[in-house]
Nanobody, 114 residues
């Protein structure tokens, strides 16, 4: 059974940093990444990373967020710097296996507020 367990969300002031972690179990994944959904908005891609190391970032986070992956721990990280009010959302970990089945974590809240 595949499980994705996120951690690291919380409350941070504008300009601050947070690091999200997502530990996967029960499978081997090609692509892992992060999506987010703010109230009243559609879920959007934040960043993903393929097993070969290639990355994709959403336009709104380029230059501020960095995705990385520890293959030995089957874990993906999202380092978020220079956080803005508009980064406030529930962040979801995602994973795609080699037959393109998608899996999702339960979500972790990130709130940017002064």
């Amino acid at each position: 059974q595949v499980q994705l367990v996120e951690s690291g969300g919380g409350l941070v002031q504008p300009g601050g940093s947070l690091r999200l972690s997502c530990a996967a179990s029960g499978g081997i994944f090609n692509v892992m990444g992060w999506y987010r959904q703010a109230p009243g908005k559609q879920r959007e891609l934040v960043a993903n990373i393929a097993r070969g190391g290639s990355t994709i970032y959403g336009d709104s986070v380029k230059g501020r967020f960095t995705i990385s992956r520890d293959y030995s721990k089957n874990t993906v990280y999202l380092q978020m710097n220079s956080l803005k009010f508009e980064d406030t959302a529930v962040y979801y970990c995602s994973a795609e296996d080699w037959v393109r089945r998608d899996y999702w974590g339960q979500g972790t809240q990130v709130t940017v507020s002064s």
